[in-house]
């Protein structure tokens, strides 16, 4: 039994430790994307409310025109804009708690020491029966999804904001961002076809 335990311990270690790689990876990312993310997001949500500084100036500039009390009126592009970004957000935070989770589930996965015994090697086969059941594997590996799609609503929600700003820096992120898409569903695509194919993503 120490035999065979020794031998599938090592199987094990080998895929945590590379469930465990991308899990951290993603964690890195997620804690840059959404730093920056939240950059963004403070600038965008002003569209969103009342300048009080801009009606104190207008004021001022004009301090005999009868002013005519008028609603605030958000734009809608700035709406979608938010949409986009705050959705982005909130799935970026929930991609890092979830990989949090992953390293948890992954730490439970491999004991602190193989053992010798045949009950330990009766507790292995079960808890490898059980991450199998459960799919361990594809729901950890699966996690990466939730930031490549926040990331992609973020690109979607920058070309809106660009293109307000200038048509042509709009129209440079919009080609960015078809690139980005056309080189993420090639890499999707290609191992379907080639299994040996080294560009795969998560959904391939």
Known sequence: ??????????????????????????????????GILTAFLIESRKDLQVDP??????ALQNPLAVTTSQPFQVSKSSLVVNYLWFTSLGLT??????????????????????????????????????AQQWRLEPVVTGIPLLIQLALFLFCAGLVLFTWNSSVALGVLMLVLTILA??????????PLFSPACPFQTTMS
């Open 53 to 58: 500084l801009r009606e104190i100036l207008q």
């Open 1 to 34: 039994w120490s035999l065979y335990l020794k031998e599938t311990g090592e199987e094990d270690k080998e895929l945590a430790t590379s469930l465990q790689v991308g899990v951290n990876e993603l964690l890195v990312f997620a804690g840059l994307f959404g």
């Open 181 to 190: 898409i056309v080189l993420y569903m090639l890499g999707t695509v290609f």
């Open 93 to 130: 935070l929930f991609s890092a708690l979830c990989a949090v989770l992953a390293k948890e589930w992954l730490a439970k996965y491999i004991p602190v020491s193989p053992g010798s015994r045949s009950n330990d090697a009766c507790q292995r086969h079960l808890r490898v029966r059980r």
